[in-house]
């Protein structure tokens, strides 16, 4: 495998502000790589530093073999970057906007129209393409952004949270045009606050916060090393839970109890044991596979969401 992005040892600071302490991370070629954090954590800053829009401090970025620092040209010609920002003239079609990119690319005549085509089937907005964008949706404007940066058939895409604040139809078409690059060897790179979309999405993830990269790896090396085991159960007649051994930590629920152990067996014996010496009646029980969420509350004990 041929690393496409290798970001080492990056530190940025705006002003007092350290945004980026330290991160390093590679990508391999088509490969989706999740950058995971919370708002502020130091995602777009990343993703500017990567596409050569800011400078770093300190550390490397070495884009498809480029410095991001001295070969920006090189980079822009290689790579697509959607911001989170959506930029898009509301007066033109969707297909004139894209004309309007595609040249800024260097893409020109039949060949930029033929490739406007493809893009537009992409993002599944072929039907559109003669709609002024400001008639759209947020979730189609940020489709037809997506489309202007693939115009020049960049070898990686840089998403920085591509689907914040737009309807699921548009979230699911994101998801399958990723999917789709994807399989036609184009490396992914993905910034969210989300963790079902890196769940869903990401063969690689690196949990990023207060500009720091705290955790990385493919999902199940996370949920392996961090994500908490536990099990769940709903019972009549328990107004708390009987004594339970190698208990870490137990949760009331709306319905139950959310019980963390790493002897997951046994729990659910004790309580099954339980449950029937004292004639409870166990509606549910279960083992709850480790999630995202569970990850990032071991590694920082705050929730992604708060
Ligand atoms: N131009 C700037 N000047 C000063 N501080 C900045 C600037 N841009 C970002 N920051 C600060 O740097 C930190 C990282 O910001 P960044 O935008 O990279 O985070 P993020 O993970 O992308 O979050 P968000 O989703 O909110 O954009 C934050 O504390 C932010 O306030």
Redesign the pocket.
């Known amino acids: 495998m041929t690393a496409v992005l290798e970001v080492e040892n990056l530190s940025k600071a ?2 007092s ?1 350290q ?1 980026l302490r330290n991160v390093s991370f590679s990508v391999e070629a088509g490969t989706c790589f999740g950058l995971l ?1 919370p ?8 993703m500017k530093i990567i596409t050569g829009i800011i400078d770093r401090d300190d550390g490397t970025v070495t884009v498809l073999g480029h410095d991001s620092k001295r070969e920006r040209e090189e980079i822009r010609k290689k790579v697509g970057y959607v911001p ?1 920002e959506i930029t898009l003239y509301e007066k033109l079609s969707a297909f004139d906007n894209l004309v309007f990119f595609g040249e800024l690319y260097g893409v020109r005549g039949p060949v930029l129209k033929k490739r406007i085509d493809e893009v537009l089937e992409l993002v599944g907005l072929a039907d559109r393409a003669k709609d002024a964008v400001g008639t759209f949706s947020g979730g189609l404007k940020r489709r037809i952004n997506i489309a202007a940066a693939l115009l020049h058939k960049p070898k990686l895409i840089i998403l920085d ?1 591509p689907t914040v604040g737009i309807d699921p139809q548009s979230r699911n078409h994101i998801f399958n045009m990723i999917r789709e690059l994807k399989e036609e060897g184009v490396t992914v790179v993905y ?1 969210t ?1 989300y963790m079902e979309e890196a769940e869903a999405l990401c063969d690689h993830i690196a949990i990023i916060d207060h ?1 720091q990269v705290i955790a990385q790896g493919s999902l199940e090396e996370l949920l392996d090393n961090y994500g908490r085991k536990s099990v769940y159960v709903e019972a009549e007649g328990w107004s708390e839970l009987p004594q339970l051994p190698h208990v870490k930590q137990i949760k009331e629920e709306k319905r139950g109890w959310m019980i963390e152990t790493d002897h997951l067996l046994e729990t659910m014996n004790s309580i099954t044991r339980a449950a029937l010496e004292q004639d409870i009646i166990v509606h549910q029980l279960e083992i709850k596979r480790p999630s995202l969420e569970t990850v990032f509350l071991s590694l920082t004990g705050t929730s992604l969401r708060d």
Request: glycine letters at 28%.
């Open positions: 705006y002003g502000k945004a954090g708002n502020g954590a130091g995602k777009s800053t990343t989170q949270e910034s606050h500009g």
